[in-house]
């Protein structure tokens, strides 16, 4: 992460860093890529985005307007104005070109509008805003004072070899002229949809025209950078993983972004597609089918930016919110879940919030308490009779049994927990700690919760043993025989090994009051809130119980009776959850909506096919 040099002395616009991915991990996905060696050079551009209330009610737009009228160019990409057009670099100059984004945004910082003014234009074929002249002569400004600079540092651009069996014209001379950064100077403008069909304007117009342009808004400049070659291609992504079964097939996992030629699709077998691998950049077939058109930009990087953040904004804010919450970690404004794999910009006023979970389906709220008699051979050895059994079960050192008593998330669970944390993401939830009770069911929904949310290579667990259900409701007579810290850490579960919990295990007593229960609860949320000054959400990840428990002392309320409390609690269904928010001001926290909706599904009974279909039954 860089700052300007006088960034503590008062200045006020921030420039952060983003790496995509280990250049280890990518170096090895990419071990068997023909063109692993040739020095290809990326495109960059540069694009002025929007970030905060403006951000969100334009991604509103994408999501109605891609639902009303179906999708049209303007969805293939972010919402930004170009600032500038996309020219190539060579990989060991683009740092000057950092230094250029860092250097061009200092001097431009104070200058900066507070805000831009943006005026709805429709035609035929188009609609968005145009920004207003006397902004856009200081955006092009900008512009030009960046592409100036980092024409004259990027120099000449030699590039030599050929690049996995494409040729092109310049790559054939093996020279290509001065790196030449071309503003854009003509009316500037931020595009909410193109291409579309003319019937769809009036639906499009009404649906921009709830866009508020006014709207609070932070203005980030960002480098991005995309892969030349593949420019005209269409841009699919994996629904499924593809295990080859022939030499000339394309090995593909979930998420995987594929690149397709359409013009080389007409000899193909019918069904099927050839393609080459972003994250391998091997080239074979694949099952159509397997796979989902991908927007343009869900393969672009992310490489610097620069935040403009205006003095008068900095000063009308109040005493108690001093500064912007900006931490250096970038959402991809797509909301697309891409290769990126970032945390998103907060707006100005973002305050702390807690996060309250239910754990995902566990297998014995599905298959009963016998459940893992289900799942043992003769031998002891655990195997799926049912494809909502987990595939397979974490490694304890004690007794296999022991998961009776403390048992895993089903399958629905896993998909479940995943699916509420992609939802999280896409309402830009920014999520700081995670807090989980010890059984294992809760450590599994925070781990898939984390996965979705893409943090689970930046935030740890917390394992939390005052977190655990009250007692009494366990059917056994001891407290669970819970897998140690070291053991979920050996089971590749993103545990924070450093912690120690609040309540220690060995404080848990069975068949505890209630009392002793909404006192443990209430001790433990208070030392939770106290240990994350921070603004962003704690996320705990808990049990039933654990939402009025936790939630209700924090608010001020007195604990509910404990026959009004079994009762609320049978109603809270798999991953229920509710939301406090800090009134930092007020010295008090309130309950508000949860950023997510409810999910909600059907049961699916066990079906035998002989059961009516067999002839004679």
């Known amino acids: 992460m860089f700052f300007p040099n006088n960034f503590l002395s008062g200045m006020l616009p921030r420039f952060t860093t983003i790496t995509p991915y ?24 540069l694009y002025l985005c929007p970030t905060g209330r403006l951000h969100n009610h334009l991604q ?52 900066f ?21 006397s902004h856009a002569n200081i955006l092009k400004e900008f512009a030009l004072a960046f592409s100036s600079e980092a024409s004259a540092l990027a120099g000449r651009t030699n590039i030599r070899g050929k690049m996995g069996g494409h040729s092109t014209n310049w790559r054939l001379t093996g020279h290509r002229p001065n790196c030449h950064v071309k503003p854009c100077l003509k ?106 058109r991908a927007n343009e930009s869900d393969t672009w990087v992310k490489h610097r930016e620069y935040v403009f953040v205006t003095a008068s904004r900095f000063f009308t804010q109040t005493e108690n919110e001093p500064s912007v919450k900006l931490n250096g970690e970038v959402h991809n404004p797509s909301m697309s879940r891409s290769t990126t794999n970032v945390l998103s910009l907060q707006n100005v006023t973002l305050r702390r919030g807690v996060l309250v979970m239910r754990h995902g389906e566990r297998v014995d709220q599905v298959f009963g308490k016998s459940w893992l008699q ?34 895993p998330l089903s399958c629905c669970g896993i998909f479940q927990s995943r699916l509420i944390g992609e939802a999280l993401l896409d309402q830009e939830v920014r999520v700081s700690y995670v807090y ?21 290579q930046k935030v740890k667990i917390r394992v939390e043993p005052g977190l655990f259900e009250w007692t ?87 604990a509910r009776d404990s026959s009004d409390f079994a009762q609320v609690v049978r109603k809270i269904p798999s991953l229920g959850m509710c939301f406090c928010e800090e009134l930092k001001e007020e010295n008090k926290w309130q309950m508000v909506n949860p950023p997510v909706k409810t999910l909600t599904h059907g049961a699916n009974a066990a079906f035998n096919w002989r059961n009516g279909i067999e002839p004679g039954n």
């Open 22 to 45: 280990p250049t280890a991990a990518k170096l090895h996905s990419h071990c068997n890529d023909p063109s692993l060696d040739d020095p290809i050079p990326q495109e960059y551009a």
């Open 60 to 111: 509103e737009f994408w999501k109605a307007s891609k639902h009303q009228c179906g999708k049209n160019r303007a969805h293939e990409i972010f919402p930004h104005i170009t600032l500038c057009d996309f020219f190539t670099c060579e990989d060991q100059k683009v740092e000057l070109l950092y230094d250029t984004l860092k250097r061009v945004g200092d001097r431009f910082s104070q200058c």
């Open 113 to 133: 509008p507070p805000s831009i003014s943006l005026s709805l234009h429709t035609s035929t074929s188009y609609l968005g805003f145009f920004i207003g002249d």
């Open 187 to 292: 009316q500037l403008h931020l595009t909410l949809a193109h291409k579309f069909y003319p019937h769809h304007q009036k639906t499009l117009e009404q649906l921009a025209k709830c866009i508020n342009p006014g709207e609070t808004c932070q203005w980030v400049a960002a480098l991005y950078s995309r892969d030349m070659r593949f420019v005209h291609y269409q841009t699919l992504r994996a629904l499924f993983q593809y295990k080859p079964q022939n030499i000339d097939e394309l090995m593909i996992n979930t998420g995987d972004f594929i690149y397709v030629d359409p013009t080389q699709q007409s000899d193909v077998s019918e069904g099927w597609v050839i393609g080459t691998s972003h994250r391998t950049g091997c080239r074979g077939f694949l099952p159509e089918n397997y796979t989902e």
């Open 374 to 407: 289900q799942c043992l051979t003769a031998d002891g050895r655990y195997y799926r009779a049912d494809l909502n059994f987990p595939s397979t079960l974490p490694k304890r050192k004690d007794s296999m049994k022991h998961f009776e008593y403390d048992p």
């Open 436 to 456: 989980s009770s010890p059984a294992l069911r809760c450590i599994q929904t925070a781990q898939h919760l984390l996965q979705g949310l893409k943090l689970d």
């Open 472 to 558: 009494k409701w366990e059917a056994s007579k001891v407290i669970p025989n819970f897998m140690t810290v070291t053991e979920l850490a050996e089971a590749s579960y993103k545990i924070d090994t450093s912690y120690r919990g609040n309540f220690p295990l060995s404080s848990l007593v069975p068949s505890e009051s209630y009392e002793d229960y909404v006192s443990r609860s209430s001790a433990v949320i208070k030392k939770i809130i106290n240990a994350c000054p921070s603004k962003g959400v704690i996320l705990i990840v808990g049990h039933g119980s654990s939402l009025a428990s936790f939630t209700r002392p924090l608010i001020g309320l007195p």
